[in-house]
């Protein structure tokens, strides 16, 4: 392509500081170095861990920042030693590395790979070099990504090719809340046919939890939110019982256990408040109940009593829900084109890259699923 080796001028939403709106301007993104890849990204998504570093983690060497890290583009130009993409070639940006390497890539056990470590702060949660900046100040990215841009470089061990036959503004969810949810249920919860399952938080992240513990052959799923709007598209996904936390004076374990003859047999946290992961966790059968740590704080500790575990409960926690970050997002893209996974259901509102102010508020408010970016034409 004609841009290749130069310096892009484009545009993106930067994070100047915590707590403020992004603001629109124009960025130089350099060219890919060794290893990297420039991509044109066409459609993002508003993911909450965007939400969590702008308002909640705020940690002092992660701004100014690019956002966003749940999108899907196109290859402009590679960098050297880059051989699996080429110009063209349709991607999905991954915040988790698989170098295919290390002993945690080699081991079917994890999806932990060394390399990302190396690259990616996970503290500040911005990678340690960025090949963007805005009137002449470097500019972080943002868990390797940094997607809420026209152009973005991203490692080539953080990157899926895709079909290309797959729509981008739809299966861009896929680069974050759809496989962490889904994951979650199936690859570490293990949720077995017939079993019952309750799922915390009813966002994208929970609601694909739901779908994953449905496609694994739970008979029973109670979803549970504040914000009883979601139960709706919760049953959608198949939730088969609903509970609102404001409905009850009870502790939420208690209802749960009382509705399951004792609790039930997976839970899943995907909120991000240690109060919810403590609930999840005693909302579990004793014996052999077994809860997922999803929704993400690196804030407060979680406490429970240790008789909760030692009464036979496991508690887990599940990053991308448990997916290799480049072969996660290609298995899935495949089970989209297949017709087995939903994707489109999960998406609330479309705009464009500079009404990404509005689509946080939304999120904020939680006045929407996913609200998809389109950020450039296919
Ligand atoms: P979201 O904001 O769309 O959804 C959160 C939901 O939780 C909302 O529906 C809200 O009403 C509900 N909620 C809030 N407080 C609650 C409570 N006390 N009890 C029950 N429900 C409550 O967010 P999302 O994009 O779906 O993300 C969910 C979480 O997952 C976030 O913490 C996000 O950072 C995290 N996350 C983790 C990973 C990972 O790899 N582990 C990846 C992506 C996102
Ligand atoms: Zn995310």
Redesign the pocket.
């Given at each position: 392509m004609a841009t290749a080796g130069k310096v892009i001028k484009c545009k993106a939403a930067v994070a100047w500081e915590p707590n403020k709106p992004l603001v629109i301007e124009q960025i130089e993104v350099a060219p890919p170095q060794a290893n990297e890849v420039r991509i044109k990204i066409v459609a993002t998504a508003v993911?909450?861990?965007d939400?969590?570093h702008l308002f909640e983690g705020k940690h002092k060497d992660g701004f100014p920042v690019v956002l966003g890290h749940e999108a899907a583009g196109i290859v402009e130009s590679v960098g050297t030693g880059v051989t699996e993409f080429q110009p063209g070639d349709k991607v999905i940006p991954v915040f988790l590395f698989q170098c295919r390497e290390c002993r945690f890539c080699k081991s079917p056990k994890t999806n932990q790979c060394e390399k990302g470590g190396s690259t990616v702060r996970l503290d500040a949660m911005v990678s340690v070099d960025s090949r963007f900046t805005c009137k002449g100040k470097k500019v972080q990215q943002f868990a390797g990504t940094s997607t809420f841009s026209e152009y973005t470089v991203v490692n080539q061990m953080a990157l899926a090719k895709i079909d290309p036959a797959a729509p981008l503004d739809k299966v861009c969810l896929l680069g974050?809340?759809i496989c962490?949810?889904y994951g979650?249920a199936v690859n570490t919860a293990k949720v077995e046919p017939g079993s019952t399952c309750a799922v915390?938080?009813?966002?994208?992240?929970?609601?694909a939890a739901v779908m994953g513990c449905k496609a694994a052959g739970a008979e029973r799923i109670i979803a549970?939110?504040?914000?009883p709007e979601?139960f709706e598209k919760a049953k959608v996904f198949g939730a088969t019982d609903f509970v609102n936390?404001k409905d009850h004076t009870k502790p939420?374990s208690q209802v749960v256990s009382e509705m399951t003859n004792g609790g039930v047999d997976y839970s899943l946290e995907?909120?991000?408040?240690v109060?919810?992961m403590r609930s999840a966790l005693e909302s579990c059968v004793k014996g052999w109940g077994v809860s997922v740590?999803?929704?993400?704080?690196d804030l407060h500790d979680t406490a429970v009593r240790p008789t909760q575990l030692i009464a036979g409960r496991t508690w887990k926690?599940?990053?991308?829900?448990g997916f290799k970050g480049k072969d996660g997002v290609t298995q899935m893209c495949k089970a989209y084109m297949d017709k087995k996974l939903k994707v489109d259901e999960f998406i609330t509102h479309n705009m464009t890259l500079d009404q990404v102010n509005d689509a946080i508020e939304l999120?904020k408010n939680?006045k929407?699923?996913?609200t998809v970016l389109n950020v450039s034409p296919q």
């Open positions: 993911c909450h861990t939400l969590y974050c809340g962490t949810g979650a915390f938080g009813l966002g994208a992240v929970g609601l549970v939110d504040i914000n979601k936390p939420i995907c909120v991000g408040n109060g919810v740590i999803v929704g993400w704080t926690g599940s990053l991308f829900g999120m939680s929407c699923i996913r």
